[in-house]
């Protein structure tokens, strides 16, 4: 037999319990409240490095490789890079695919792989373990959830969204209103959602976390306003899920969907993962009614008969490789106390925003995220007509954040591996730009291909 190599995705005990291992644990034994900030007048770098000094989450940044002489405030567009995820694919590839072959659907456990990392990631929104699943894209993951949403709610005609709802959210909506005549899709703005749920609403389709904004929507109440008139919700978490702690059961949410490339840190177009409250599982139907969501794909049945829970939504193979990274990055998370996450997450926002406001002098400079850090997730937004030449020109100045269209800049805090000290340097850096027009190069407005 060939030899594997240590690496396996996590294994369950006889009760179904995950092993997990247990990677660098942040420092249990540091105050969580070491983040305050003091009075403008005594916060300059030496501060940021003594906050880093006793930050508990700081040995974390060592599970990441990150460029020298780069400040990446971007792990909202792109998480950055485990490790221990290059030595993690190459095993796969090299030990499991290589030498284990197609025996390593059983000994490597990669038949299991969908449910094992969707029960790892479960703690991280709030959830039981088998209630995730880790699959496909977003998009593919959100078409899923739409249909499964009206087959919820058969005899109603709408789904609700708000307008600034991610496009992608949008687009997938509208190629399952193409599909069913006769579906509405009605839009409102953000805080109109509530009132705007009557009894044809099936499902209420919303980003947690707007995608542009940083703007966070109210969970709790909006899903209880859903209930009250006999919707289901479907939340978008792609902005939440590692950002901050997230409960999904606490808060009665029917369906949910994120990304596992931003916060989690997967990997450029890492699987993506679904949740279904347990309440919903037997009612369940999806219409990509693969095999792999067969209650016994090795039947080779004719008649599709679906999985009992949440192994019903995966439609066809896992990715294994594509899924490796993503294992890779679970470690990291494993044990993460996300409250201490959202902390360090607030503060350092906090720190820049302070900066920014005390140190840019330019006036068409301004915030288009909420100013309190309760109504926000973990990214700032600024708007300013020339945005995107000011990024690019941050870019080549070693900051990275990005640009969304028309006029928006983001900045991503992403406590596993943002410093104080990064944050002091770019918003220094964001000011300097500002205040003496650095951004007016020509080969700085130059659109790519992606911005
Ligand atoms: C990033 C993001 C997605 C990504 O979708 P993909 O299918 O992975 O490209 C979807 N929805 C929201 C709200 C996002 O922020």
Partial sequence: MPKFAAIRWPRRTADGKCIRSRVVPYDERKPSMSFALPDQHSLDREFCRALDARDPLASLRAEFDLPPGVVYLDGMSLGALPRAAAERVRAVVECEWGRGLVRSWNTAEWISAPEDLGSRLAPMIGVDGDEVIVADSTSVCLFKLICAAL????????????????????????????????????????????????????????THVD????????????????????????????????????ELNECGVDLALGCGYKYLNGGPGAPAY???????????????????????????????????????????TPPIVALAPLAASLDIWHDVDLQLVREKSVAQSELFLRLV????????????????????????????????????ALIADGVIGDFRDPDVMRFGFTPLYSRFVDVWDAATAVCRVLNVGGWSDPRFQRRAAVT
């Fill in 274 to 316: 679904l949740f279904v409250a347990r309440r919903h599982h037997d009612a369940l139907d999806q219409p990509i009614s693969g095999w792999m969501g067969h209650v016994a794909p090795f039947a080779f049945d004719a008649e599709f008969v679906p999985a009992q829970g949440m192994r019903r939504m995966l439609s066809g």
């Fill in 151 to 206: 087959r919820l709610r058969s005899e109603r005609t709408v789904i609700l969204t708000d307008e600034s709802n991610f496009p992608s959210d949008a687009y997938v909506a509208q190629g399952v209103q193409r599909l069913l005549p006769g579906l509405e899709i009605r839009r409102v703005p953000a805080d109109a959602v509530g009132q705007a749920i009557d009894r044809q609403v099936a499902a209420v389709l919303l």
């Fill in 357 to 392: 406001e005390n140190q840019c002098a330019d006036p068409e400079l301004c915030l288009a995220s909420p100013r309190n850090s309760e109504l926000r997730g973990s990214h700032l937004a600024y708007r300013h007509p020339q945005s995107y030449a000011v990024m690019q």
């Fill in 211 to 246: 995608y542009k904004t940083g703007a966070q929507l109210d969970m709790s109440e909006i899903t209880a306003q859903a209930h009250a008139a006999g919707a289901v919700v479907i939340w978008d978490l792609s902005h939440s899920t590692g950002a901050f702690p997230v």
